[in-house]
Every structure is written in structure tokens, then in C-alpha cells.
């Protein structure tokens, strides 16, 4: 598969725990797509929502997420917000899934990263549940560690 890492929500990775992950579709504008894919996309911060959809079924959202305006766009090439919610796209056993994972405590759902496969937006959103300090400082140790090691075996 050709994939092409877009954007990574590192902090997001440092302060939680990933259980279990999925690949959802974007739901963007035009404008949206090619900012995307320019790199001008910002997962700092954000976190996906399930709310009831129309017909009854849960719908999945992406908040928080920063999409800059497309600089060749123009100015006020729609009006939109750089921080509006946009629309997964799952299917409806993910769904399913992922609204009996995330009833039970201290868990939620994060977006990972955004890539694209095969020249669509992908997101990879997972189940999280967040670090203890004492976790943290565990993580802090074992990359300090890899950087060593690695630097010694260069030399």
C-alpha cells in the first residue's frame, strides 16, 4: 500500500496509551484536501466525538484539528473555519465498535495521524487510555536509551 505520512499527533502519543487502532476517510472540501496535502494540517489538541446521527446512527467527528486556509485559494474562498468539526467515514460495525469501547471509564479516541493512501486523506484515529506521570517518564527513558545505543553503534 503507497502511504504517505501527512501529520502526527505527537503530544497526543506522548500523554495517552493506544489500545487498539482504525482507518477512517475524511470527510473535506476541496480547498481542504490540497492544504492537507501540503502538510497544513494540525492534530495538536484534537480528539473524535460520536454523536447520534439522523437516521439513528452514531456519526463520528473530528474536532478540534486544524486545517489552514489553502494559500491559493484566494481569500474567503468559502468563509469556512480552519477549526470547523469535519465527518468520518466509517463503517457502521466500526462505529458500533467504537461506542461500546469508548463507554467504558478513562477511555477516548484520538486521532494518530493523517496520511494518504492511494491519493485520498486518511486518518488513523485510535482508542486511548491516558499516562500516568510515572508512565511518561518510562517513555522519556527508553527513547533516551535508543538514542544512545544508536549513537554507539554508528560509532
Given amino acids: 500500500m503507497v502511504q504517505k505520512i501527512i501529520a502526527e499527533n505527537k503530544k497526543g502519543l506522548f500523554n495517552f ?16 484536501v490540497k492544504s492537507a ?6 492534530l495538536t489538541g484534537s480528539y473524535v466525538t460520536i454523536t447520534p446521527g439522523q437516521k439513528k446512527s452514531p456519526e ?6 486544524r486545517i ?14 480552519p477549526l470547523r468539526p469535519r465527518k468520518l467515514l466509517l463503517n457502521k460495525k ?6 461500546g469501547k469508548i463507554k467504558q471509564k478513562g477511555l477516548t479516541i484520538l486521532p494518530t ?35 544512545r545505543k544508536q549513537k554507539l553503534v554508528k560509532n
Fill in 17 to 32: 496509551e493506544i489500545l487498539d487502532k482504525w482507518q477512517a476517510g475524511l470527510k473535506l472540501r476541496g480547498f481542504e
Fill in 68 to 81: 489552514a486556509r489553502y494559500r491559493k485559494a484566494g481569500y474567503g474562498a468559502d468563509g469556512s473555519d
Fill in 60 to 65: 463520528a467527528w473530528l474536532v478540534g484539528a
Fill in 37 to 42: 496535502k501540503a502538510g497544513q494540517i494540525d
Fill in 94 to 99: 466500526e462505529l458500533d465498535s467504537l461506542v
Fill in 113 to 147: 495521524r493523517v496520511y494518504t493512501s492511494h491519493g485520498l486523506v486518511k486518518l488513523e484515529i485510535g482508542l486511548a487510555r491516558g499516562k500516568k506521570k510515572y508512565d511518561k517518564r518510562e517513555t522519556i527513558k527508553k527513547r533516551e536509551f535508543e538514542l
